[in-house]
């Protein structure tokens, strides 16, 4: 089992930065892929970004394709996303998530998640 820690969310204006962290228990870190979702209030979960086992591909969403960066560190058991050039509609409770099997866009693939960390971006 793998339990996630999510870090990092705050208050930021418009066209600022933030880098979330997810931090996981246990040895098998490398074995998950690992993706980045958000939830804004009353809509369903959606697709940031995911990230393969060892970190050689990487997928976006359309919406944050070249502002966010997901990247992993297997040594430290930490997922990241630099979040750069924010916009008001970011604004959304971020969760990681580990998946077994592959960086799936379907957060109902996932197999574990965290407690998620709130972001906002004022304009």
């Known amino acids: 089992q793998v339990q996630l820690v999510e870090s990092g969310g705050g208050l930021v204006q418009a066209g600022g930065s933030l880098r979330l962290s997810c931090a996981a228990s246990?040895?098998?870190?490398?074995?998950?892929?690992m993706g980045w979702f958000r939830q804004a209030p009353g809509l369903e979960r959606e697709f940031v970004a995911a990230?393969?086992?060892?970190?050689?591909?990487?997928h976006y969403a359309d919406s944050v394709k070249g502002r966010f960066t997901i990247s992993r560190d297997n040594v430290r058991n930490t997922v990241y996303l630099q979040m750069n050039s924010l916009k008001p509609e970011d604004t959304a409770v971020y969760y990681c998530?580990?998946?077994?099997?592959?960086?799936?866009?379907?957060?109902?693939?996932?197999?574990?998640w965290g407690q998620g960390t709130q972001v906002t971006v004022s304009s």
């Open positions: 998530g580990a998946d077994r099997e592959y960086y799936h866009i379907d957060w109902k693939q996932y197999d574990y």
């Open positions: 990230i393969s086992r060892y970190g050689a591909n990487t």
């Open positions: 246990g040895r098998t870190f490398g074995n998950y892929a």
